[in-house]
């Protein structure tokens, strides 16, 4: 069976490659991660929201993937790149590998792609508008023209507010430490409020290692809200697209700073 893809950016540059996610096209701006390790904690970051990945690092998926190592409960990149998918998952925690959590998580990726010469690109022009397109079916034509116009297609991520597509739709308490497996710290003595700007699971495990005990609230949570539930102090995430158009945040935290609370 064909497992063809490719990877458009919108200057005209072509990548073929092999497809080790699912079937179809998905467009984004691409970017490139230096990381060594830790690649399920990077699709999983929800500040990849709407961005392709292309990991630097040309072995991939060595340690397969687990439930454990995520930053949230999905994957939130549009698609990863990567140069060779390791042909062996071997890890005690392993459960599944990096192929078949792709696939579980309706992800498109592309392997057998020339990061070096991909991240130069984008290391001399920036970031760029991309396209993935894959098919499992050998008899399926993968249209080099149509994927580059459906990069240019893509809007860009300037004046776009991500942060209250992956933000939590309702407060949630939090107060699992980094412990492995996780445990509840119930002898935290300081309560934080965290603003869910696309904030990563271990953000939230490390400030309750720090004896914090945290309400985490969605992006749109009003100072009102926020001061009702009387914290010690008040925690602004990490999140995904354009801050300047999150005009909400930026209001509660200027009314914020007026206030008597870190």
């Excluded at 023209?145 to 004046?159: C, D, E, V």
Aim: glycine share 6%.
């Amino acid at each position: 069976m064909s497992t063809q893809a490719i990877l458009a950016l919108a200057d005209g540059t072509l990548f073929s490659g092999q497809s080790i996610g699912i079937s179809g096209v998905a467009i984004g701006e691409i970017i490139f991660n230096t990381s060594m390790t830790g690649y399920q904690e990077i699709i999983t970051d929800p500040s990849y929201a709407q961005q392709f990945i292309t990991f630097t690092y040309p072995h991939i998926g060595n340690v397969g993937t687990n439930s454990l190592d995520i930053e949230s409960e999905r994957v939130w990149a549009a698609g990863v790149v990567i140069n060779e998918l390791s042909p062996v998952a071997s890890n005690w925690r392993s459960t599944k590998t990096l192929s078949d959590y792709f696939i579980q998580q309706n992800v498109i990726a592309i392997a057998g792609v020339d990061t070096r010469a991909l991240t130069h690109i984008l290391r001399n022009k920036g970031a760029q508008n991309a396209c993935i397109m894959a098919c499992q079916n050998e008899n399926e034509h993968l249209d080099k023209n149509k994927a580059i116009q459906h990069a240019k297609s893509f809007p860009g991520l300037n004046g776009k507010d991500l942060a209250i597509e992956v933000s939590t739709k309702q407060k949630y308490q939090w107060e699992k430490s980094i412990e492995y497996p996780a445990k509840t710290n119930s002898k935290l003595k300081y309560h934080v409020v965290v603003y869910d700007f696309g904030v990563k699971q271990n953000i939230l495990r490390l400030l309750v290692e720090r004896g914090c005990r945290l309400t985490v609230v969605p992006a749109t949570t009003s100072v009102a809200e926020v001061l009702a539930l009387n914290p010690n102090g008040v925690f602004l995430s990490n999140g995904p697209g354009d801050p300047a158009a999150c005009i909400y945040a930026i209001k509660n935290i200027q009314e914020l700073l007026e206030k008597d609370i870190p």
